[in-house]
């Protein structure tokens, strides 16, 4: 079964960038639509950003504008940029395929704090 491993996350201030790195295991990531998400303290998980296997993106309204989904087919992994963040963006980051979900990996902390 494929696995998801998160990375990148750290303390930033608000207004401060991190970019995120996730990598899959196995040899079909191409055919995967990866999906973006977090959750936060006393939250549901959300969606926050998708990439399908044919590149094309969408976002969650709040962060439109700020975050960027991009993936490298070769290397298997899928990474976020996030820009403009904000003490609202604090969260627990995971990714996961769309259309083949895995099991949960143990995701990457996103702390926006001055």
């Known amino acids: 079964q494929v696995q998801f491993v998160e990375s990148g996350g750290g303390l930033v201030q608000p207004g401060g960038s991190l970019r995120l790195s996730c990598t899959a295991s196995?040899?079909?990531?191409?055919?995967?639509?990866m999906g973006w998400y977090r959750q936060a303290p006393g939250k549901q998980r959300e969606l926050v950003a998708r990439?399908?296997?044919?590149?094309?993106?969408n976002y969650e309204d709040s962060v439109k504008g700020r975050f960027t989904i991009s993936r490298d087919n070769a290397k298997n992994t899928v990474s976020l940029q996030m820009n403009s963040l904000k003490p609202e963006d604090t969260a627990v980051y995971y990714c996961?395929?769309?259309?083949?979900?895995?099991?949960w990996g143990q995701g990457t902390q996103v702390t926006v704090s001055s």
């Open positions: 996961n395929a769309l259309n083949y979900p895995a099991s």
């Open positions: 990439i399908t296997s044919g590149r094309t993106t």
């Open positions: 196995g040899s079909i990531f191409s055919i995967y639509h």
